[in-house]
């Protein structure tokens, strides 16, 4: 008798300490998953802004873009209705031409750069959606274990 008594004991202490392992393991899964979407979170907020940053910069070229164009079009109205061609407008076109070319060579590698960057994140946040829904499985099995060994406690203790 004093044999199964000291069993039941020994039983009952290693589900307490099982108890005890599952409840460190369930909680340091909480922690790494609170610590994952924080992480996640500030990546987003950092990218949201790295882009509202190149969409402001984009728009200012625009503008840019938009005057020089403007200013153009009168010029060529200008030589329009005088009927010469002036040197100096010439050049100056010619010139905004290469400055036109030239922005719009960097604007175009610019957005490549972010359509890849913009693929990368996708697949990263992809990777993290994946990594968090096997942490919330595990949390799931641990605490479904946990849950057990709380049932399992009580049943031990009335036998005694």
Known sequence: MADSTDDLVREVEDLRSENEYLRDE??????EMLEMRDMFQEEELRQLQDLRQQLEQANKTCRILQYRLRKAERRSIRVAQTGQVDGELVRTLEHEIKVAKSVSLRLYNELEVVQKKTGQLDWENEMLREKTQELEVAKHVLQAELEKAREVRPFC???N
Not at 26 to 31: A, M
């Open 26 to 31: 369930v909680e340091e899964l909480r922690c």
């Open 157 to 159: 203790i009335l036998h």
